[in-house]
T-cell receptor, first 110, second 112 residues
Framework: AQRVTQPEKLLSVFKGAPVELKCNYS??????LFWYVQYSRQRLQLLLR??SRESIKGFTADLNKGETSFHLKKPFAQEEDSAMYYC????????????FGTGTQLKVEL | NAGVTQTPKFRVLKTGQSMTLLCAQD?????MYWYRQDPGMGLRLIHY???????AKGEVPDGYNVSRLKKQNFLLGLESAAPSQTSVYFC???????????FGQGTRLTVV
């Protein structure tokens, strides 16, 4: 079975402060990990994926297989980063299915 | 490009009523999915389809049925709605092979 855990329901930071959204996963094989973001009243959209190893909107995430983690980080939070963030895992099973975590609401305060 | 479009955006049902949610995608994707989003529970997969004419159960399929008669459409049916089905429903689609999933704007369903 595959599982994604996001331990924080809400993370509140001040503008300019560093951000780290935690994600841990449970999967026996080699997973693909993703971060999706949902801004207020908008649809979910892909933020980044571990295989791309890219930085989007200043966010980065590194897959740590030893700790089974895929934490999302940004050095300086911006007000427009306020949103719901979901970590997701795609395993090797058929259907290309994504398993989502419960999400973390990021609130960036001025 | 419309991407993934869900109809309707909002709906209120009485317990026991039936309804169908429509998802349409114009990206020629093989895979389509229906998720429900509930506070504190994230997104949970209801049913999915790997191609026209195929459907499969996800994590929480009970009380729902689906059909994929055309490649671009994926229908989610509630035969007898229950208050526990009050949720926000998201449709998504993707190509195969580990590609990005694209989501619709969601349907907010309330069952009273």
């Amino acid at each position: 079975a595959q599982r994604v855990t996001q331990p924080e329901k809400l993370l509140s930071v001040f503008k300019g402060a560093p951000v780290e959204l935690k994600c841990n996963y449970s999967y026996s094989g080699s997973p693909e990990l993703f971060w999706y973001v949902q801004y207020s009243r908008q649809r979910l959209q892909l933020l980044l994926r571990h295989i791309s190893r890219e930085s989007i909107k200043g966010f980065t995430a590194d897959l740590n297989k030893g700790e089974t983690s895929f934490h999302l980080k940004k050095p300086f939070a911006q007000e427009e980063d306020s949103a719901m963030y979901y970590c997701a895992l795609r395993g090797a099973g058929g259907g290309n299915k994504l398993t989502f975590g419960t999400g973390t609401q990021l609130k960036v305060e001025l | 490009n419309a991407g993934v479009t869900q109809t309707p955006k909002f709906r209120v049902l009485k317990t026991g009523q039936s309804m169908t949610l429509l998802c349409a995608q114009d990206m020629n994707h093989e895979y389509m999915y229906w998720y429900r989003q509930d506070p504190g529970m994230g997104l949970r997969l209801i049913h999915y389809s790997v191609g026209e004419g195929t459907t499969a159960k996800g994590e929480v399929p009970d009380g729902y049925n689906v059909s994929r008669l055309k490649k671009q459409n994926f229908l989610l049916g509630l035969e007898s709605a229950a208050p526990s089905q009050t949720s926000v429903y998201f449709c998504a689609s993707s190509h195969g092979g580990g590609t990005e999933a694209f989501f619709g704007q969601g349907t907010r369903l309330t069952v009273v």
